[in-house]
């Protein structure tokens, strides 16, 4: 099934937003965040607690300060 634009014209979509992640939504924008090395490290060390990359740690703990506790994956937010 393709998708219409505005103008009812089949929307082109583009391979790497073809792959949304389930849990967390589609991603159509980059996001690139710098964070202090300290704080980076503190996060890291979480994202291997929980078994997973820093990157979807970093995205959960996003939606959960923006959205609350109740989106995105749980396991990945508890101490």
Same mark, same amino acid.
């Given at each position: @099934?393709?998708? #219409?634009?505005?103008? +009812? %014209?089949?929307? %082109? !979509?583009?391979?790497?937003?073809?792959? *949304?992640?389930? %849990?967390? +939504?589609?991603? =159509?924008?980059? !996001?690139? =965040?710098? #964070? *202090?090395?300290? =704080? /980076? %490290?503190? #996060?890291?060390? $979480?994202?291997?607690?929980?078994?997973?990359? !820093?990157?979807?740690? &970093?995205? &959960? @703990? =996003?939606?959960?300060? #923006?959205? +609350?506790?109740?989106?995105?994956?749980? /396991? !990945?937010? $508890?101490?």
């Amino acid at each position: @099934m393709n998708r #219409l634009d505005s103008d +009812g %014209e089949p929307e %082109e !979509l583009v391979p790497e937003f073809d792959d *949304p992640v389930p %849990e967390m +939504g589609k991603n =159509i924008f980059a !996001l690139k =965040i710098f #964070l *202090p090395s300290k =704080i /980076k %490290e503190g #996060l890291q060390h $979480r994202a291997n607690m929980a078994k997973v990359p !820093l990157g979807r740690f &970093a995205r &959960a @703990m =996003i939606c959960a300060h #923006l959205f +609350g506790r109740d989106v995105g994956p749980k /396991k !990945l937010l $508890r101490g």
